[in-house]
């Protein structure tokens, strides 16, 4: 595509709102992971005693563990939501969007 094109597509309000809405929910997913993982942090700077409770009674695997691994299976949680929603909405609007504009 030529500049002159590029320059078409991105003033064009279609492409406007594409990309506020993919900024949204980036930022969404974004803040969700961040208070998860700050939220762990927050609980092993203040409340050690509750990590470090065994899952089950006379078990060795802490709650802490378990909730760490709930955070990294949420971020790949995360990222495939992103992936989906980018491959079933943002990637066939994009491309529309670019069909409209291609001599």
């Known amino acids: 595509m030529t500049e002159e094109q590029l320059t078409r597509i991105a003033d064009d309000p279609r492409y406007i709102a594409l990309t506020g809405t993919r900024s949204r929910f980036g930022?969404?997913?974004s803040g969700i992971m961040l208070a998860a993982y700050f939220g762990f942090?927050?609980?092993?700077?203040?409340?050690?005693?509750?990590?470090?409770q065994p899952i089950v009674a006379g078990g060795v695997t802490s709650?802490?563990?378990?909730?760490?691994?709930?955070?990294i299976l949420l971020a790949i949680l995360l990222t495939g939501l992103y992936v989906a929603r980018a491959?079933?909405?943002?990637?066939?609007?994009?491309?529309?969007?670019?069909a409209d504009y291609r001599p």
């Open 27 to 29: 930022w969404l997913l």
């Open 41 to 52: 942090v927050l609980l092993i700077a203040f409340d050690k005693a509750f990590l470090a």
């Open 63 to 71: 709650l802490g563990i378990l909730i760490g691994f709930a955070i």
């Open 87 to 98: 491959n079933r909405d943002y990637d066939a609007a994009l491309a529309a969007l670019a």
